[in-house]
């Protein structure tokens, strides 16, 4: 299963940082972009839900008909920002359960996978988080995610007590340890995400390998550092696309 991040594409789509500047329908269109492109179920972030539960039920609607196979929500006042920035606030529990029971009667039935996550913990501490993932399980939603644990400790408490399965969000240099997959299983954890290992790892080796053209003006001597050009277009289909164009007289 695949996990498409907010952060994500709010950095690659706008450029811009995870504070509530992507719109419902920027978002949607990337979802949508990705699913067409893996054959592999994919969950996306979809933030607030981009307004009150009447947003909320239109984009699950639209998450479904762009094929995707669940979404989180989140109970920050909108506009939200990273779950590792500072500065968070949250909306009352109840507003927030009503949001999910529109992502509920959206789904209609539909095999549509919706995580109820939470910011609470770190502004009204781990027995508020957990009352409120609780209620949001109570009202349909089928994964727990407390956002942000800041220690071992926070991660042993909402294993034990937040309602299975539960989601770990694994960033690098964020605020939650990261902790190998074996332990957070044991842990309580189900559902394990690194949304933005291939992102941090990507925006590094592009900017080191322009900095080696701006500096050296080519690339010679890194070339094992790069996908070869025979690698990439296998990885993107070429040749089933040369295929298709035969069948249909394309020279």
Not at 44 to 55: C, E, M, R
Not at 146 to 157: R, T
Not at 238 to 249: H, I, N, T
Request: glycine residues 8%; negative net charge.
């Amino acid at each position: 299963m695949g996990f498409v991040s907010g952060y994500s594409v709010a950095a690659t789509a706008i450029g811009e940082p995870d504070m509530g500047l992507l719109t419902q329908t920027e978002l949607i269109d990337r979802a949508r972009r990705i699913c067409m492109s893996v054959r592999i179920p994919v969950i996306v972030d979809a933030d607030t839900g981009y307004g009150n539960p009447l947003n909320v039920h239109r984009t699950v609607n639209e998450l479904i008909a762009a094929g995707a196979a669940g979404c989180f929500l989140e109970d920050q006042v909108w506009p939200k920002r990273c779950g590792h920035m500072r500065n968070k606030k949250v909306i009352d529990r109840e507003e927030y359960v009503d949001k999910i029971r529109a992502a509920v009667d959206a789904r209609a039935g539909r095999d549509f996978f919706i995580v109820a996550r939470t910011d609470a913990l770190a502004i009204h501490g781990m027995d508020e988080a957990i009352a409120r993932v609780t209620a949001a399980r109570e009202a349909g939603a089928n994964a727990s995610f407390v956002e942000a644990p800041a220690s071992l400790q926070d991660l042993i408490e909402i294993g034990k007590r937040s309602p299975w399965p539960n989601v770990a969000n694994m960033i690098e240099g964020g605020k939650t340890p990261v902790l190998p997959k074996e332990q957070l299983v044991a842990l309580g954890f189900q559902i394990i995400l690194y949304p933005l290992a291939g992102l941090f790892s990507a925006a590094k080796i592009m900017e080191e390998i322009f900095r080696k053209l701006q500096l050296a003006g080519t690339t010679l001597g890194d070339e094992q550092r790069l996908m070869t050009f025979s690698e990439f277009n296998r990885l993107i289909g070429v040749e089933e696309k040369y295929d298709l164009a035969e069948r249909f007289g394309v020279r």
